[in-house]
């Protein structure tokens, strides 16, 4: 029979149709295959693959000796869920059982449980004792399916607040947040290891597991000395509570040979293990009625090294390198040649009368080395006019008081100067006594560390080896040197004269039975007309041989003993030498 016009006009619209649903059939096929494959692969891929992190154990830090750990990681465990892993019937129960041995709130516990999501992080750092508990109850459960317990470690500091702006603290997820943790925090964290599972498609294990496993991170030996940072730690604090210094203070013992840092130490200091909790009495007092803008601000001042990220100005403690430069442009030659110069009181500089501190009794005929022990600010002034701005803007220079000194810590501020172009004669004036310009106690120790050093300039350093995890191999960090600065027959003239500032000068109350301490006091405001103070004490010893500098600095100090350098600061100088000295000769 023959087929009709009208069917197949039909059949022709059918097979058009059909033709069109291929083709889009194919084209979906298409995009989902070559377009939206890779996602599908990767969304499928990690739906069956389920990975876990093991944490690194960072790296230990230990004191010079090597026998006292600073900061050292301690195994703990970490709990996770697998929510596609957890019946349904069971969810409640594990979630209660989790916030219950874990003590979390369980809303959030069973928020996690319940999600649609391949792994999610209940607790980290939790103590063994705990994580014991919830195996027990695993156990006795039967319920395990979905809940993972994997190794984690955790920072901890044996000695609480002992060298804390030095050493730092860490985060949550270990990684190095201040100090030594966070400057050399690539050589301490190691690489995390990781668990890795196959599932099929409903969420099953199918019992392939690949554990790899952590690298721990390097160890660092640093410079510091344990019972030297005690020693001075206990001083410290001891000043800046008897001087009631409100902003209180820093000490800095460096070795002038190598540059070590031998001790460092800031007060008012925190512990290194509860580092967001307000450590002095004062801060724990106003806590609660502080706004969070006001605690952040209490506790980046309380973890602030102020040895590095403060400036001040040095006083008379600059003196040495004033006398250092005079000496090498051959200005004096003979530091006891009587009668070399005259304190009257004050010296005209540029149309300004400025002031000895003595003017009520002037300190009169004086040679060298007696106007470095009265601190006599006409001389220095003399010499620095002698010396001229663009030399004495050299010997600066080359003292690295125009840059930072590289120390191998956060936040290390630089020094303040008036530009050479623009210091007139007043400017040099003022400096060569040391006012009007800011530098660091770190700046200032390193100054008199190259003079101590036989004139030659020597960088700071703070950690003395770093020992590879893996090989047990020891990188020594190397000792770095300047440039001749002085001669060493100079830089022995300026400290024969500091011997003389506390053998019989205004820094005779650092003096130590049986031992050749040199030395150097300060006093200076703290910014101008703002009634507060800085005291400070730099020390040599043995100024013969020196191996040990040390800088006290104090700010503001208010107490009965007044803010001058040799009644509040060099005391606490000799209370430190006279248990280090005997110390560092029995080492």
Known sequence: MPISLSNKKKMRNALFIAIVIIILLTTRIGYIQFIWGPELSHMASSQQAQSRNITAKRGTIYDSTGK???AVSSSVESVSVNPTNIPQENKEKVARALSEILELDYEKVIKKVSKRSSIEIIAKKVDKERTDKLRKWMEETGITTGINIDEDSKRYYPYGD????????????????????????????????????????????????????????????????????????????????????????SVIAMDPRNGDILAMATYPSYDLNTPYEPYTDELKSAWEGMSQKDKTTALQGMWRNKAISDTYEPGSVFKTVTASAALQEGIV????????????????????RIRCWRYYRPHGSESLRQALMNSCNPVFIGLGQKIGVTKYYEYLRKFGLFSKTGIKLPGEANSIFVKEEKAGPVELATISFGQRFEITPLQMITAVASIANGGVYIKPRIVKSIQNSVTGEVTEMPIETGEQIISKENAEKVLSMMNSVVSEGTGKNARVAGYNVGGKTGTSEDGVNTGKYVTSFCGVAETDNPYIVLLITLYNPTGEGGHQGGGVAAPVGGKILSEVLPYLDNK
């Open 333 to 352: 030659t003979n530091i006891d040649e009587a009668g070399q110069f005259c304190c009257t009181g004050g010296i005209e500089v540029a149309g300004t």
């Open 162 to 249: 002992l060298a804390a702006q030095v050493i730092g603290f860490c985060g949550s997820d270990n990684q190095g947040l201040d100090g030594i943790e966070a400057k050399y925090d690539e050589e301490l964290k190691g690489t995390n290891g990781r668990i890795e599972r196959q599932t099929n498609a409903a969420g099953e294990s199918l019992g392939v597991e690949e554990y790899i496993a952590a690298i721990d991170g390097n160890n660092l030996i640093l410079t510091i000395d344990m019972t030297i940072q005690s020693i001075v730690e206990k001083y410290l604090e001891e000043a800046c509570i008897d001087n009631v210094c409100t902003d209180g203070g």
């Open 68 to 70: 006292y750990i600073l």
